[in-house]
């Protein structure tokens, strides 16, 4: 079985910082892609930001300049440093892992749990 643990949400006044974490652990033969969506009440969920294998990072235009992806290979975990947060980046925050539990296995999506992001104003 592969887990996701998050970690790292709570509540910030605007233009404070927050770091979240992403830890795999179980049965993991390689991770692919590592990534983080958020979803705010009554909106579809996003992508934030991703990260690949080779360190190659995406973020989305509204995150841009404040939040920096990152992760450790070693420790099969991912880091989201969000600074300068705005109400507007209000949301849960999921983590999303592509991965491989076997080295002939199909790449796999797994998700986190979430973790609650609150920005005041």
């Known amino acids: 079985q592969v887990q996701l643990v998050e970690s790292g949400g709570g509540l910030v006044q605007a233009g404070g910082s927050l770091r979240l974490s992403c830890a795999a652990s179980?049965?993991?033969?390689?991770?692919?892609?590592m990534g983080w969506y958020r979803q705010a009440p009554g909106k579809q969920r996003e992508l934030v930001a991703a990260?690949?294998?080779?360190?190659?990072?995406n973020y989305a235009d509204s995150v841009k300049g404040r939040f920096t992806i990152s992760r450790d290979n070693a420790k099969n975990t991912m880091y989201l440093q969000m600074n300068s947060l705005r109400p507007e980046d209000t949301a849960v925050y999921y983590c999303?892992?592509?991965?491989?539990?076997?080295?002939?296995?199909?790449?796999?999506?797994?998700w986190g749990q979430g973790t609650q992001v609150t920005v005041s104003s």
């Open positions: 999303n892992v592509r991965l491989k539990k076997l080295v002939l296995a199909s790449w796999e999506n797994y």
């Open positions: 179980g049965s993991i033969f390689s991770i692919n892609t």
């Open positions: 990260i690949g294998n080779g360190g190659y990072t």
